[in-house]
């Protein structure tokens, strides 16, 4: 009886000193704000890995760290939040922060591909990247970039895969046919709910993924997406609907409440769409076509027009506009 009286005051020394080291945080001044150093970060509704996950964010994302509980709760800079392993972002000082943010980075821009040790594809890799990814640009060495990851890190990256940003963003196109090209490029690459990266993606994350590569930021979640830009109630033949506009499905508004977002895909023209279900793939809403989508097109919505809004409405911008990149 007595070694399971002790044994029972253990577990409650144990829970206390647990649940103590779980209490929430705000964080120091010093360390408000940070930078993302691995390739893809998964965040989650809560600081455990059993958690679900509610967006990604990516290498050399500038990001505000806001409570730890060795945990890190974060916000993106599309100001969405969730919880991080503290082992997956730099916190940093505002200063460093700013130092960061003013450094010349390198971008990656082909969906994979890997950092060395040497400049030499043979040699040990450092990790991976993505499509997106940001890192510091400390020189070139034959056909290589040397770059530094936010935690210090050296290592060198093929320049066939990547850009220095001032270039990139030079030479960047923000018009619909280029943004097609691009969503093609996605084609097959595998759904993952809160996906927002080169390794999977939600419906709403392969627009958002999408349109990063195009150095532009648009809210994550299709249910955002719905409200921003110019709503077009779609017509009969399609006739006001221009390829590039996004179109959103869900549940029809009634008397009693307004519509659900559940569902968004880039419209191709044509009655095509492509989207994140499965995998990236195109459908269509005419039952004409082999890749006819009788769910989808049944609980069709309307459309948005957003490309005219970047950078002069809230929550649509590019990067070099965008407040956690200054």
């Known amino acids: 009886m007595k070694k399971n009286i002790l044994l029972f005051s253990c577990f409650l020394v144990i829970a206390a000193v647990s649940l103590k080291a779980q209490e929430i945080r705000p964080m120091p001044a010093d360390s408000a704000y940070g930078v993302v150093h691995i390739s893809v970060c998964n965040l989650r509704e809560e600081g455990k890995f059993t958690s679900g996950m509610s967006t990604q964010a990516?290498?050399?994302?500038?990001?505000?760290?806001?409570?730890?509980?060795?945990?890190?709760?974060?916000?993106?800079?599309?100001?969405?939040?969730?919880?991080?392993?503290?082992?997956?972002?730099?916190?940093?000082?505002?200063?460093?922060?700013?130092?960061?943010?003013?450094?010349?980075?390198?971008?990656?821009?082909?969906?994979?591909?890997?950092?060395?040790?040497?400049?030499?594809?043979?040699?040990?890799?450092?990790?991976?990247?993505?499509?997106?990814?940001?890192?510091?640009?400390?020189g070139s060495k034959g056909h290589f970039y040397k770059v530094s990851y936010p935690d210090g890190r050296k290592a060198y990256i093929s320049k066939s895969i990547s850009q220095p940003e001032t270039k990139w963003r030079a030479s960047?196109?923000?018009?619909?046919?280029?943004?097609?090209?691009?969503?093609?490029?996605?084609?097959?690459?595998?759904?993952?709910?809160?996906?927002?990266?080169?390794?999977?993606?939600?419906?709403?994350?392969?627009?958002?993924?999408?349109?990063?590569?195009?150095?532009?930021?648009?809210?994550?979640?299709?249910?955002?997406?719905?409200?921003?830009?110019?709503?077009?109630?779609?017509?009969?033949?399609?006739?006001?609907?221009?390829?590039?506009?996004?179109?959103?499905?869900?549940?029809?508004?009634?008397?009693?409440?307004?519509?659900?977002?559940?569902?968004?895909?880039?419209?191709?023209?044509?009655?095509?769409?492509?989207?994140a279900l499965g995998d990236v793939h195109i459908s269509s809403m005419n039952p004409a076509d082999k890749n006819y989508d009788e769910f989808n097109t049944k609980r069709l919505l309307f459309a948005v027009r957003f490309l005219p809004y970047i950078n002069k409405e809230k929550g649509m911008n590019t990067t070099d506009n965008n407040p956690y990149y200054k």
């Open 58 to 138: 990516l290498l050399g994302m500038p990001v505000k760290v806001l409570q730890y509980t060795g945990w890190y709760e974060i916000q993106t800079p599309d100001d969405y939040t969730g919880w991080v392993h503290r082992m997956v972002i730099t916190p940093m000082s505002k200063e460093r922060y700013d130092e960061w943010n003013r450094a010349e980075k390198i971008v990656v821009t082909s969906h994979y591909g890997f950092a060395y040790e040497k400049p030499d594809e043979s040699s040990q890799p450092v990790s991976d990247v993505v499509a997106g990814n940001r890192l510091k640009w400390e």
């Open 172 to 275: 960047l196109k923000q018009d619909v046919e280029s943004i097609i090209a691009t969503a093609y490029s996605m084609m097959g690459i595998p759904y993952l709910w809160a996906g927002t990266s080169s390794k999977g993606v939600d419906c709403s994350g392969l627009v958002r993924t999408v349109l990063f590569m195009h150095d532009i930021i648009i809210p994550r979640d299709a249910s955002q997406q719905a409200y921003v830009g110019e709503r077009i109630e779609i017509a009969p033949d399609f006739a006001n609907v221009q390829r590039g506009d996004l179109v959103f499905f869900g549940r029809k508004a009634t008397a009693e409440r307004k519509e659900g977002i559940s569902h968004v895909g880039i419209y191709l023209g044509n009655k095509q769409f492509i989207h």
